[in-house]
């Protein structure tokens, strides 16, 4: 049987201060995030050209955010644009509000 390589996996941790979406599985897709001030829209960094790698080189520990999104020991934060941080296996959404609601919107392929 085929492996499923299209599988995207959101992990999603809402507070009362912030909402942090770690998207993994793929890197082609976009974030639409809504709350109280309104609508904003995640995309991937630029930077990310390249499929994600299934090396057994990737780290978990690449990329600048911690848990709930607060900076991390482990790694700087390039590859990072206004919300967004480069993960070993995807990207992390460090949104600044509570979402009242959010939509992930695939590429084609």
């Given at each position: 049987?085929?492996?499923?390589?299209?599988?995207?996996?959101?992990?999603?941790?809402?507070?009362?201060?912030r909402t942090v979406i770690d998207?993994?599985?793929?890197?082609?897709?976009?974030?639409?995030?809504?709350?109280?001030?309104?609508?904003?829209i995640y995309l991937p960094p630029?930077?990310?050209?390249?499929?994600?790698?299934?090396?057994?080189?990737?780290?978990?520990?690449?990329?600048?955010?911690?848990?709930?999104?607060?900076?991390?020991?482990?790694g700087g934060g390039s590859g990072?644009?206004?919300?967004?941080?480069?993960?070993?296996?995807?990207?992390?959404?460090?949104?600044?509000?509570?979402?009242?609601?959010?939509?992930?919107?695939?590429?084609?392929?």
């Open positions: 049987m085929d492996e499923v390589k299209d599988e995207i996996n959101i992990d999603t941790r809402v507070t009362g201060e998207v993994t599985g793929t890197r082609d897709v976009a974030v639409v995030v809504r709350s109280a001030s309104g609508e904003r630029e930077s990310f050209d390249e499929p994600v790698s299934d090396s057994p080189y990737s780290s978990p520990y690449q990329g600048g955010s911690g848990i709930d999104g607060e900076e991390s020991p482990y990072s644009t206004r919300g967004v941080t480069e993960t070993a296996d995807g990207f992390r959404i460090t949104h600044p509000e509570t979402a009242t609601e959010f939509d992930v919107y695939r590429g084609d392929e």
